[in-house]
């Protein structure tokens, strides 16, 4: 019988970044988001939490803030991974336009490739990607993945009913997609190696928005795109991966990564800041194992909180609840002018 770990993190884009850039997602939407109205780029009419956040530095103080607190975490995720020492890692994590475009959008996919070649400071001109450890566009990430593994997960979730793509190299993007990428390099953040072999479950998160906006925050289409899966159907296919890997030899950590509630998915708020209370809620219910809760929330409200990336924890709770795991918090943070709210748990 299998021994299964679960984790859950963020793969923010910010932290890559130092914090001394100075360009946050917020100053950017401020920049170019002309959806935004003239009123609320002011930010006297913010809510105070936000405006005591941005301080008189435009976020600097908080950035470091925020570094501090999730590096912390990270160290503390991957003490709990290598103690447990898996055989492979499989992560939930979203394609943003990357390989699911056009051509072919599945709700999700395993990538069951030998081996995956990674450039993430490489911009498209062959410049460097400024980023907190000072690495070149040159440095390539090698990870192994787990061929046999994969192709084992995706029989054994045909048989319980699940119907789930695969590949076997990229169809666009090369390497990994950012939401797998970043969880690596964080997981890794001291740069001590990741030996472990990864096995990507590539989730359709952004569904009605993930040709509209192509992966980020500007619409470039008028019509949305069909929904990405319910949050009880993500649910359903963490039980049938947990149900899967119990009945296999291998010891294996489950990890979703995503921050929670992002602030250029919600609407209401003008695409400044997150939906902070429910996600406050969401983390009231996690925080005590009800799963059930989860599983009822519907797609429209995830649509309209802003939370399409917490699908890819909704896989992780339909599997923790399969194996009656419960989750130590290792932190959560509520932020309103760095895009999206973070969650760190051990199960």
Not at 157 to 162: A, P, S, V
Not at 212 to 228: F, L
């Amino acid at each position: 019988m299998a021994e299964i770990l679960g984790l859950g993190l963020t793969h923010a884009p910010s932290l890559i970044r130092p914090d001394e850039d100075g360009e946050s997602s917020l100053k950017r939407t401020l920049r170019e988001n002309k959806n935004v109205p003239p009123d609320m780029k002011i930010p006297t009419n913010w809510p105070e939490p936000m405006r005591i956040e941005y301080g008189e530095d435009e976020g600097l103080a908080s950035a470091k803030r925020l570094r501090e607190r999730m590096v912390t975490g990270f160290r503390k995720l991957r003490k709990e991974l290598d103690a447990f020492n898996p055989d492979f890692v499989l992560i939930w994590g979203d394609d943003q336009y990357e390989n699911f475009k056009e051509d072919i959008i599945p709700p999700f996919c395993v990538l069951a490739y030998d081996q995956f070649e990674c450039q993430p400071f490489a911009n498209k001109d062959g410049t460097t990607r400024r980023n907190v450890w000072n690495e070149t566009a040159e440095q390539v990430f090698n990870y192994p993945g787990n061929t046999k593994a994969a192709r084992d997960l995706v029989g054994g979730l045909m048989n319980n009913g699940i119907d789930m793509a695969y590949a076997y190299k990229p169809l666009h993007q090369p390497g990994l997609g950012h939401a797998i990428l970043n969880t690596l390099l964080y997981l890794d953040y001291d740069r001590t190696g990741l030996k472990y072999p990864v096995i990507p479950m590539l989730v359709n998160c952004y569904g009605s928005k993930v040709i509209q906006n192509r992966g980020g925050s500007i619409e470039y289409e008028r019509e949305s795109d069909p929904p990405g899966p319910s949050p009880g159907r993500c649910m359903e296919v963490g039980a049938a991966t947990a149900r899967v890997l119990k009945e296999s030899p291998w010891k294996v950590a489950l990890i979703a990564s995503s921050s929670w509630s992002h602030a250029f998915l919600t609407k209401k708020h003008h695409w400044l800041y997150p939906d902070i209370d429910s996600d406050r809620a969401r983390f009231e219910e996690l925080k005590i194992g009800d799963y059930a809760a989860w599983s009822r929330i519907s797609t429209s409200q995830i649509e309209d909180a802003g939370q399409q990336e917490l699908l890819n924890w909704m896989c992780l709770a339909g599997a923790m609840q399969e194996l009656n795991k419960k989750p130590e918090i290792i932190d959560y943070y509520e932020t309103y002018i760095f895009n999206s709210t973070k969650c760190l748990a051990v199960f």
